[in-house]
């Protein structure tokens, strides 16, 4: 199995839109002023290479986000790093791939920064995954509501996509990890590898490193922090059982635990590397 990841350019936004209350961020009695960090968040997807089929996790944001997005998302969030020559289209085409080429395609949360990219896959065959209460959460949305737009996905009602509804197993040493909070459905992708071992891609569970604490901090993009709390200490047990890499959905720096300890690794991308 070979995992090889893809940046597709990134948005901009308030660091606090994605990590609020940070110790390190937040003005306090103590400190009364400091800077606000405009934070490059980058876009990424990863190719898993399986001998039983190529998987696709995550897709990205389209290059016609900016045409789709609501004037007041666009006022929080930058899309000028959303670009076509950064595209999953253009990322797959450069290593002579396209849609047609996959087995699965899963998807951690249906957010239009990570489903953008899906419609490619509309007359593809393809399995897509999505966590079944993500699909029943996003079949209620009209047109565009809380980060999800319809064109992402609006392909799949006639087409339903394969749900599943908690840790499943899709093919050998990789499966599907329930971590609700974020959205109702979000979930992270487990792969089992030989020499890198257990890499844990959370998608937006722990969008950066700066979520991860201890203690964790929220979002106020989360859609409810009660079961998103849970989900980090999921994430935890399982990445200290394992010792595992975890690959946040928006950040340059996951983690490596060694047990119960854990320290910033860089996340690693093709055509550079490949954790294998
Ligand atoms: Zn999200």
């Not at 990205?60 to 986000?65: F, H, I, K, N, S």
């Not at 899906?118 to 993500?134: N, P, S, Y």
């Not at 979930?187 to 890499?199: A, Q, R, S």
């Not at 720096?253 to 490949?274: C, W």
Request: with cysteine; hydrophobic share 40%; net charge negative.
């Amino acid at each position: 199995v070979k995992v090889k990841g893809m940046q597709l350019g990134f948005t901009a936004c308030d660091l606090e839109l994605l990590a609020f209350p940070h110790p390190e961020l937040v003005l306090t009695a103590r400190r009364q002023m400091a800077e606000k960090t405009w934070y490059h968040c980058p876009l990424v997807s990863f190719i898993i290479d399986h001998p039983d089929g190529l998987i696709l996790w995550e897709t990205g944001a389209a290059p016609t986000a900016a045409e789709e997005w609501p004037e007041e998302w666009q006022d929080l969030v930058d899309l000028s790093g959303v670009t076509p020559e950064n595209s999953l289209e253009r990322k797959l085409a450069s290593q002579g791939l396209g849609p047609e080429d996959f087995r699965y395609v899963i998807l951690g949360h249906l957010h239009s920064d990570h489903a953008g990219g899906l419609r490619l896959f509309e007359d593809a065959g393809a399995t897509i995954i999505v966590h079944e209460d993500e699909y029943r959460h996003v079949t209620q949305i009209e047109d565009a509501a809380d980060f999800f737009v319809r064109k992402d996905w609006h392909f799949l009602g006639g087409r339903p996509p394969t749900t599943v509804s908690g840790d499943q197993e899709i093919l050998r040493g990789v499966s599907t990890v329930s971590l609700p909070g974020h959205t109702p459905g979000t979930m992270g992708l487990k792969l089992e590898l030989p020499h890198t071992g257990t890499l844990l891609l959370t998608s937006d569970a722990l969008s950066t490193h700066w979520n991860y604490g201890e203690p964790a901090v929220g979002s106020p993009i989360n859609w409810d922090d009660d079961p998103w709390r849970r989900s980090i200490e999921k994430i935890r047990r399982i990445a200290s059982a394992e010792n595992a890499l975890l690959v946040p959905g928006h950040d340059l720096q996951g983690f490596r635990h060694e047990g119960a300890a854990f320290g910033l690794e860089s996340i690693r991308f093709s055509p550079d590397y490949v954790y294998e």
